[in-house]
């Protein structure tokens, strides 16, 4: 194998905090707000995802790249992650059925990496110091015009994101003979809860994230889904106005991750940045209506605040995060409404709320009976 020596690159932090490694992909700059992800698996999965929009990616497993891409797996049409941060980048792939190595990837679609990173001791900043913006160079060295550059980045918190990835046209898909219609209201939707609800036999309209709920009831569906996304969900007034006229209809809703959090602050719940967010796919989430626990595939920098549910005579809570014993599903009492905070769909993740989906079917076919 030819050895290529790699170009020195710089990530810096909002706090000042310098690393320095090794530049792959292209070069230049990539700036976003830091997270990271603790999954050992799925990387493909996780810089496709569209709630990841405008982040810099940390993974905290040690290698990244060692079984490639496989087209078919990814959760969007392109790399939605605004840079990658790792230890090892591996090059070339092990996997037959892989399409390509990551650094194609990558490059292909005009992305920045820096590897040779101590992912560890950045996650530990951060897990201190909290979520923050950060900016990688593989092209200018000067701390001084980089930190001008990193200055400018605005904060994740207030920022709307959808509209940067939510379709822009309506599409269908599934079985048209379905007698399950349901209308997925894009603010970002990853491809394998599509695949979910297809599976089970629906026949799915996905409407752009700015559509009034007067042209998706003219389509005349059976249930409404409010999909994952990227940004604030405090920053997208129109959509929740829509959200409410939404749930007054009173067919089945079901929302995942920020379609979740949009149903909260619809019914006056308010939301919050987290110190750091949950991001892998080992976390463990009690359902309280059940009792059982379940492993669960997570992506989210925002909560809702479980004081103003106490508050609420319409809302229940249904599942509680074990780690930090935060909201992670809710159930409106007078509405035909459930939601949840994590991602049942997984991709990549545990199967064990796939359950999920099939509550919201046959919560479909109750209203239909």
Do not use: W
């Given at each position: 194998m030819k050895y290529n020596k790699k170009k020195n690159a710089v990530l810096l932090l909002e706090d000042g905090t310098v690393f320095y490694g090794k530049a792959n992909g292209i070069d230049g700059i990539a700036t976003g707000e830091l997270c990271f992800n603790t999954g050992m698996t799925g990387y493909q999965e996780v810089f496709t995802d569209p709630s990841y929009f405008g982040q810099l990616m940390i993974t905290t497993n040690a290698h990244v790249g060692n079984y490639g891409v496989k087209?078919?797996?990814?959760?969007?049409?392109?790399?939605?992650?605004?840079?990658?941060?790792?230890?090892?980048?591996?090059?070339?792939?092990?996997?037959?059925?892989?399409?390509?190595?990551?650094?194609?990837?990558?490059?292909?679609?005009?992305?920045?990496?820096?590897?040779?990173?101590?992912?560890?001791?950045?996650?530990?900043?951060?897990?201190?110091?909290?979520?923050?913006?950060?900016?990688?160079?593989?092209?200018?060295?000067?701390?001084?015009?980089?930190?001008?550059?990193?200055?400018?980045?605005?904060?994740?918190?207030?920022?709307?994101?959808?509209?940067?990835?939510?379709?822009?046209?309506?599409?269908?898909?599934?079985?048209?003979?379905?007698?399950?219609?349901?209308?997925?209201?894009?603010?970002?939707?990853?491809?394998?809860?599509?695949?979910?609800?297809?599976?089970?036999?629906?026949?799915?309209?996905?409407?752009?994230?700015?559509?009034?709920?007067?042209e998706m009831k003219m389509w005349q569906p059976n249930g409404f889904f409010l999909s994952n996304g990227p940004g604030d969900p405090s920053a997208m007034p129109n959509v929740i106005t829509e959200v409410k006229r939404i749930i007054k209809d009173g067919r089945a809703v079901f929302g995942i991750c920020l379609g979740h959090q949009a149903i909260a602050i619809s019914e006056g719940i308010s939301t919050y940045k987290m110190h750091n967010g949950h991001r892998g796919i080992n976390h463990p989430v009690k359902n309280l209506e059940t009792g059982k626990a379940e492993v669960t595939s997570q992506n989210h920098g925002f909560g809702i605040s479980k004081e103003d549910i106490f508050e609420n005579s319409n809302i229940k809570i249904t599942h509680i995060n074990l780690n930090d014993d935060t909201v992670e599903g809710i159930r409106l009492i007078n509405n035909n409404c459930f939601s949840v905070q994590y991602h049942p769909e997984s991709s990549p993740g545990p199967h064990d709320s796939r359950y999920l989906f099939d509550n919201f079917i046959n919560n479909i076919k109750k209203t239909n009976e």
């Open positions: 087209n078919e797996e990814s959760e969007s049409l392109d790399l939605k992650i605004s840079g990658l941060i790792c230890k090892n980048f591996n090059n070339g792939f092990s996997r037959e059925g892989g399409d390509t190595d990551l650094q194609t990837f990558f490059v292909n679609q005009n992305k920045i990496v820096i590897s040779d990173i101590d992912t560890r001791a950045v996650v530990r900043h951060i897990r201190d110091k909290g979520a923050m913006n950060a900016l990688i160079s593989t092209s200018i060295s000067d701390l001084n015009e980089l930190s001008n550059i990193l200055s400018k980045v605005p904060s994740m918190k207030g920022l709307e994101l959808s509209s940067s990835v939510s379709t822009n046209k309506s599409y269908t898909l599934g079985d048209r003979n379905s007698d399950i219609k349901i209308a997925v209201l894009d603010l970002g939707v990853k491809k394998n809860i599509l695949k979910c609800l297809i599976e089970r036999g629906c026949f799915l309209k996905v409407f752009p994230m700015n559509t009034k709920y007067d």
